[in-house]
Nanobody
């Protein structure tokens, strides 16, 4: 059973930065696509960024140039560096592992407000 645990969310002012982390249990981490998704109240969950096993990345247009996804396979961890945060970035952010099965973390809240 794979478990994903996110951390790093919080309250930040517009223009500020946060770094989210997601630690995965189990031995399948390094072979699979990892991604960050977010869901704001009343909206559908959307992809923010994804990273393949060999480090290839892709981003939602709304975060390109501001967010950066990375992974450390030795630590079974992925990161999401979020810079120049905007109020519209506020949401619960979820980590996801896509393999034979899909696993989700419990989410971490990001609030962007002055």
């Amino acid at each position: 059973q794979v478990q994903l645990v996110e951390s790093g969310g919080g309250l930040v002012q517009p223009g500020g930065s946060l770094r989210l982390s997601c630690v995965a249990s189990g031995s399948i981490f390094s072979r699979n696509v990892m991604s960050w998704h977010r869901q704001a109240p009343g909206k559908e969950r959307e992809l923010v960024a994804a990273i393949t096993a060999d480090g290839g990345t892709n981003y939602a247009d709304s975060v390109k140039g501001r967010f950066s996804i990375s992974r450390d396979n030795a630590k079974n961890t992925i990161y999401l560096q979020m810079n120049s945060l905007k109020p519209e970035d506020a949401a619960v952010h979820y980590c996801r592992l896509t393999g034979v099965r899909v696993y989700w973390g419990q989410g971490t809240q990001v609030t962007v407000s002055s």
